[in-house]
């Protein structure tokens, strides 16, 4: 399978998402030796994207890279309530 990389258009939105809570968030994770291994993941996928194991592919991936750079802990955050995300990130 073939993840493509994000695209100019995609960053815009993106950023917007993230652009307030970096605002607004009172988190110092890069001040805190105990977050240095820790990471957050994000995955958007658009709706034509959901439910052919895209998702899968790019965790799969995403994790591998992640244990390489000696990183122990992966926090993802589902928003809202999103059964298929709830049943990515528990696999």
Do not use: C, W
């Not at 695209?7 to 605002?23: C, E, P, Q």
């Amino acid at each position: 399978m073939q993840i493509r990389p994000a695209h100019d258009s995609d960053l815009d939105a993106v950023k917007t998402v993230y652009d307030h809570d970096v605002r607004t968030s009172v988190a110092t994770f890069d001040l805190e030796p105990a977050y240095a291994r820790a990471r957050e993941t994000s995955l958007y996928l658009s709706g034509q994207a959901r439910g052919r194991g895209i998702g899968r592919a790019v965790y799969d991936d995403l994790l591998a890279r992640l244990r390489a750079d000696d990183v122990h802990t992966v926090l993802a955050l589902v928003a809202l309530t999103n059964d298929a995300s709830l049943a990515l990130h528990r696999a």
